[in-house]
């Protein structure tokens, strides 16, 4: 017998009666547990579920044991989210936000008391950032809410409750047992079309016919986070002095990354939340009253003071000076790639449409070096496709090391001395190959 076998600890664990998981937990008794610990609505959803198919892996990643997917609906204030003042709806969100996770972990602590292992992964931040700017989440809480029948997704790319509407955060729990019943999605969706979250958002990140420019909203109303981040921290970087640092950014901004840093990061809009008024505990002032509705939450919205961050040449930038002549625009740099597949992956986020306007091509990209890779990109009529392998004939294609290509995204490389250093081969059009660099501005 070794000194670990005598050791107390582990002799006073082999006497401990030993609790076995559960084949089964009945649904009602948790779904009671949840509640009980503070959340505002539950459903279930089984590890095996179609729905969850594209997060399996990784959710198995973070816990092996997952059997079940406890999702977590807590609720919101909304007048806070209505506020003008946003620093009375990040305090209201980060609020939510601390008790949501709190709930999951004090559901965890029961379960785990009971002898089920769970594993509760963040509402929100913080997140892996390893990781970024790939994915950064374990589990993808909007997804496995709908799949739970806690709602489903609106315009506005978030999920609408049936009951109280926009004015909720996600939470899930990843628990090593079945569950008697699952809920299923429900079979109408919360959102009205009322496209209010259309004209209220500052970048025109939604737009009217359902289409969603990711970047147009990751660039504004996340640009105290990650990539606005790094943005600031470059600007500082490359500020020749004091005084040329405070010509870049104004003091008020300055401030406000303060405020970040030191009491969570803070949303620039998350308008789309604020107007939108579906869910059966919202909905009654917009149906009595839409024109004071209107006056009430939607105008002083759009007519907010502000500084809106764009990336210049975007199809963001053009729609604030249309719509918001009293928001001040403030160009900044966008999302940077920092490997192939990033790069391949987030042209789908990055792309403007309404640049692309009047292109029809398509372009093979072949990568070599540290990061091979091959994959043809085609657009036509304001519409972006990204296939691995070259497929169909193209009008234009670009051979490139995988290092110089990243260096000339970010920067840090001239394309010209690529090209004439035969780092990067390009043949086809040129007008091609500029039209398709305004459909990705940085």
């Excluded at 600031?232 to 303060?258: F, L, N």
């Excluded at 963001?316 to 160009?331: C, D, L, N, Q, S």
């Amino acid at each position: 017998m070794t000194k670990l076998d005598e050791h107390p600890s582990v002799v006073r664990h082999r006497e401990r009666p030993k609790r076995s998981v559960p084949g089964s937990l009945d649904a009602e008794w948790l779904r009671r547990l949840c509640l009980d610990a503070g959340a505002d609505d539950v459903g279930f959803v089984a590890i095996g579920r179609s729905e969850i198919d594209d997060q399996r892996d990784e959710i198995l990643g973070a816990f092996p044991e997952t059997r079940t997917l406890v999702s977590l609906v807590c609720r919101l204030n909304p007048e806070p989210i209505r506020s003008p003042a946003r620093s009375v709806a990040n305090q209201e969100f980060h609020a939510n936000y601390e008790h949501i996770n709190e709930v999951a972990r004090k559901v965890v602590t029961m379960l785990g008391e009971a002898g089920v292992p769970a594993l509760n992964p963040s509402s929100a931040f913080p997140m892996e950032m390893d990781r970024y700017p790939g994915r950064i989440w374990v589990v993808s809480h909007k997804p496995v809410a709908v799949a739970a029948g806690l709602g489903q997704v609106g315009v506005h790319r978030c999920v609408i409750h049936p009951v109280f509407g926009s004015f909720i955060n996600l939470g899930t729990i990843l628990v090593a047992a079945d569950v008697s019943a699952q809920a299923a999605p429900i079979d109408y969706n919360p959102c009205l079309e009322c496209k209010l979250c259309v004209a209220a958002c500052p970048v025109g990140a939604i737009g009217a016919d359902g289409h969603f420019d990711f970047s147009a909203c990751v660039t504004h109303n996340y640009r105290e986070f990650m990539s606005g981040f790094t943005d600031w921290v470059a600007t500082i970087a490359d500020s020749r002095d004091g005084d040329d640092y405070r010509r870049r950014v104004p003091a008020s901004e300055s401030a406000s990354m303060w405020q970040s840093l030191s009491f969570r990061a803070n949303y620039k809009a998350a308008y789309c939340v604020a107007v939108c008024p579906a869910g059966e505990d919202v909905i009654g002032p917009f149906l009595d009253d839409r024109k004071g509705f209107l006056e009430r939450v939607v105008d002083p919205l759009k007519a907010r003071e502000e500084p809106v961050y764009v990336v210049p040449g975007s199809d963001a930038e053009g729609h604030v000076a249309r719509r918001f002549p009293r928001k001040t625009i403030r160009r900044v740099r966008g999302m940077r790639s920092t490997s192939i597949r990033g790069f391949l992956f987030g042209m789908r986020l990055t792309f403007q449409r309404e640049a692309s306007r009047g292109l029809a091509a398509t372009y093979h990209f072949t990568f070599t070096g540290r990061e091979p890779a091959r994959a043809t990109v085609a657009i036509r009529d304001r519409t972006i496709t990204v296939r691995d392998g070259h497929v169909d004939e193209a009008q234009v294609r670009v051979e490139a090391d995988s290092e110089t290509w990243l260096g000339v995204l970010a920067g840090g490389r001239s394309l010209l001395w690529a090209i004439l250093r035969r780092k990067i081969r390009i043949r086809g059009p040129i007008r091609l190959l500029v039209a398709f660099g305004k459909c990705f501005p940085s």
